[in-house]
Nanobody, 126 residues
Framework: QVQLVESGGGLVQAGDSLRLSCAAS????????MAWFRQAPGKEREFVAA????????KYLDFVKGRFTISRDNAKNTVYLQMNSLESADTAAYYC???????????????????WGQGTQVTVSS
């Protein structure tokens, strides 16, 4: 089992930045492929960003490319999502996800992930 706890969400204005954190426990963090998804009210959950176990490969939703950066600190068992130049369209609940996966191919589908956090709300006012 893997437990994931997100933090860092909040209410910000358009153009501001936030950094989300996801702390993992219960399994060797280094074996985990990590991702962020988000879900806005009335919409389906969508992929935002993911990073392979080594941190070598990352992938992003086109809409956030150049604004968001996913990273991981294996010493702290934590994955981060740095979000810059936030827009109202980024308003959503953000979820951290994990799966034990040694592949260097980035997983972008929610069904590929076995473990999920409870989510943290990000609200961007325009």
């Amino acid at each position: 089992q893997v437990q994931l706890v997100e933090s860092g969400g909040g209410l910000v204005q358009a153009g501001d930045s936030l950094r989300l954190s996801c702390a993992a426990s219960g399994r060797t963090f280094r074996s985990l492929h990590m991702a962020w998804f988000r879900q806005a009210p009335g919409k389906e959950r969508e992929f935002v960003a993911a990073i392979t176990w080594s941190g070598t490969n990352t992938k992003y939703l086109d809409f956030v490319k150049g604004r968001f950066t996913i990273s991981r600190d294996n010493a702290k068992n934590t994955v981060y999502l740095q979000m810059n130049s936030l827009e109202s369209a980024d308003t959503a609940a953000y979820y951290c996800a994990a799966v034990t996966r040694w592949s260097t191919i980035v997983a972008t589908k929610s069904q590929e992930y076995d473990y999920w956090g409870q989510g943290t709300q990000v609200t961007v006012s325009s």
